[in-house]
C-alpha cells in the first residue's frame, strides 16, 4: 500500500510536470512566434493570427495553473481539448508536408495521446491529496 505522503508527492509532483509541459511551449511560442505562425500556416491551420495567441494564453496561464494546483480538473480538461486539436491539426502523420518528418509527426502525436491520457486521469483526481499553494480545489 502507498503511504499518502507518498502518494501526494506523486501527484504534485505529475501535476507540476505536467504544468510545466505546457507553460514551456507557450514561451517559445512567442519567443518562435514567427516560426510557430509559419508552422501553422503549413499545416493549413485556419485563422492562425488568432489561434497562436489564444494557444499562447492557454498554455502558459493553464501551465502556472497546474503547476500551482489551482482549479486542476477544470484546466486539466481544457488543456486535454486543447492537446487534442492540436493533434488534430498540428501532428497530421498522415499528411505529408515538405521539409516535415513523417515519423517525428507520429512520434508528437503518439506522445500527445500519453499527455492527453495523464491529462484525463489529473482531471479526474481532485480529491487525491496534493500540495497546492493556494490550499483550495
Not at 502525436?109 to 482531471?123: C, D, E, P, Q
Amino acid at each position: 500500500m502507498v503511504s499518502e505522503s507518498k502518494m501526494t508527492f506523486a501527484v504534485t509532483l505529475g501535476r507540476f510536470l505536467l504544468g510545466l509541459y505546457f507553460f514551456l511551449p507557450g514561451i517559445s511560442k512567442i519567443t518562435g512566434y514567427a516560426d510557430t505562425l509559419g508552422y501553422m500556416s503549413l499545416h493549413n491551420i485556419p485563422l492562425p493570427e488568432v489561434l497562436l495567441p489564444v494557444t499562447i494564453v492557454l498554455q502558459v496561464v493553464g501551465g502556472v495553473m497546474l503547476m500551482l494546483g489551482l482549479r486542476v480538473g477544470q484546466v486539466a480538461l481544457a488543456l486535454a481539448a486543447l492537446t487534442l486539436v492540436i493533434n488534430l491539426g498540428m501532428h497530421d502523420f498522415w499528411n505529408l508536408y515538405e521539409g516535415v518528418s513523417q515519423a517525428h509527426e507520429t512520434q508528437n502525436f503518439v506522445k500527445n495521446l500519453a499527455i492527453l491520457a495523464g491529462l484525463l486521469v489529473l482531471s479526474g483526481a481532485e480529491d487525491l491529496p496534493q500540495h497546492r499553494l493556494f490550499g483550495g480545489r
